[in-house]
């Protein structure tokens, strides 16, 4: 913890950010302290730490201009368990539809996954061992040798001073020779299209339960009952290859504790946990203001959201887990409905409020060549694959950004998603001849821009560029 803090001060996580999101400062900043304030509440005593709460942050800015982005990287870069949800999916407590507190459960099954993936990489040595010995039993049924434990060593080299030990290992000595000759032969990969048969679990009894709330609290009382009966096994045959995937897979889940994994999933999404909101505006529409009729799907689930972000306990299959301490990030465009629209206790409860600002053609350029994952990276190495040598000239990417910012500015402003419809289009023909082109280099300049887009230049039709 101790390093992870005098690494992780906001300037370097900006710096971080800035690897993969172009622009943004305000929001990158308001995150990086959201951040930093979280490392700082675990460096403090119990007894302070429990009475500061995260300061929940509401992003408000067009579509494609990186809000979500930036909480997914955010949570990448502290390794935290990270969801995201959509406001528009849930529907007020009494009628069908997902409840609110689900997305406290997908955290905790995000947490689960990402735990128990932690544990298996510690001890994937070790599962692929066993599963190796299995593997050979399976190969070598009828003289497979049996492991002495651990504990039985001295005894073993007792038994060998005695009369008639010798005859015996004499004859276990050419099973030990076959089986480490067919273990030289697996790990050689040369017995990996033989087939065996595996016994593996066939799942439990297929159930088909309604969506809606009682779905999920039947979900959670019976978290375990698979568990408890065990499930049925069945046998299949398949290559060694596979085989040898499926009990690496199987001694994996016996070597970790599930217990231990779930306590340690509940406790990182209580402490480190982030949910993501997004379209948060959909449900800003408070009662009497334009709505017609009973809306559940607007201030009521606003309303069931509130609790939730205040700090309530939710029962999960994997126990209660508090939401006191969880950092809510949500977002929305907000152009036809305003952030005062939401009810008001819900708005105290998102204090730091950012504005993404829309992107301009000097944006969309750097977003293009800039990023870790940038397009012009992206299509770069995927025509590599074919032996195609692509190479973009700058005054080419200055022309692409101007043509996605034309396009938005002129119909729907969609932000950054612009661009992979306009280079889509720019390289539609030479994705489609690439496999006969091997070997070829391929210049993109400006007056190849152009000739992919002369109906842009010369009518100003973007119809066809709109997604």
């Not at 622009?23 to 429990?50: F, W, Y």
Request: aromatic share 4%; with cysteine.
């Amino acid at each position: 913890m101790t390093g992870e803090f005098e690494s992780m001060t906001p300037r370097r996580i900006v710096e971080e950010l800035d690897r993969y999101i172009v622009g943004q400062d305000k929001a990158k900043r308001a995150v990086a302290i959201a951040l930093r304030n979280r490392m700082r509440r675990q460096r403090l005593d119990e007894e302070i730490r429990d009475e500061i709460a995260p300061k929940n942050i509401l992003m408000i800015g067009p579509t494609g201009v990186g809000k979500t982005e930036i909480a997914r990287r955010l949570a990448k870069l502290c390794a935290a368990p990270f969801v995201k949800v959509e406001a528009t999916k849930y529907t007020e407590v009494g009628y069908v539809g997902r409840d609110v507190e689900s997305m406290i459960r997908d955290l905790m099954a995000a947490g689960v996954a990402m735990v128990k993936a932690e544990m298996q990489a510690g001890v994937a040595a070790e599962a692929d061992r066993r599963a190796e010995e299995r593997l050979l039993d399976l190969l070598l049924p009828g003289i497979k040798r049996p492991e002495p434990s651990p504990g039985a060593a001295p005894a073993t080299q007792q038994l060998a001073a005695m009369p008639g030990a010798a005859a015996a290992q004499s004859e276990a000595g050419p099973s030990a020779d076959t089986r480490e000759k067919f273990r030289a032969l697996l790990a050689a990969g040369k017995l990996d299209d033989r087939e065996v048969e595996v016994t593996v679990s066939g799942g439990g009894p297929a159930i088909e339960i309604f969506s809606g709330n009682q779905m999920e609290e039947m979900e959670v009382a019976l978290g375990g009952l698979s568990g408890l009966f065990g499930g049925k096994r069945k046998k299949k045959t398949v290559t060694v290859a596979e085989a040898r995937r499926i009990l690496a897979a199987e001694e994996l889940d016996k070597l970790v504790d599930l217990d231990r994994a779930s306590e340690e999933a509940r406790r990182r999404v209580q402490e480190t946990g982030i949910v993501f909101i997004d379209e948060i505006d959909k449900i800003a529409n408070r009662e009497g203001r334009g709505a017609a009729g009973v809306d559940v799907s607007r201030e009521g689930v606003q309303r069931d959201i509130l609790p939730i972000v205040e700090g309530s306990t939710v029962n999960t299959k994997w126990g209660p887990v508090d939401t006191t301490h969880i950092l809510f990030i949500a977002a929305g465009a907000f152009n036809v409905s305003k952030p005062q629209d939401l009810i008001p206790e819900l708005q105290g409860r998102f204090p730091i409020r950012v504005e993404l600002e829309a992107l301009s053609p000097k944006d969309f350029e750097r977003i293009l060549t800039e990023p870790r994952n940038a397009l012009v990276k992206q299509y770069t190495q995927l025509l590599s694959t074919e032996g195609v040598g692509l190479e973009f000239a700058p005054e080419a990417v200055s022309r692409i950004a101007e043509i996605a910012a034309a396009a938005n500015s002129a119909t729907e402003n969609i932000g950054a998603r612009r661009l992979q419809t306009v280079m889509e289009r720019l390289l539609e023909e030479l994705s489609f001849e690439a496999p006969d082109m091997a070997g070829v280099k391929v210049l993109v300049d400006v007056p190849y821009v152009d000739s992919r887009f002369a109906d842009f230049a010369q009518r100003q039709d973007l119809s066809r560029y709109i997604l």
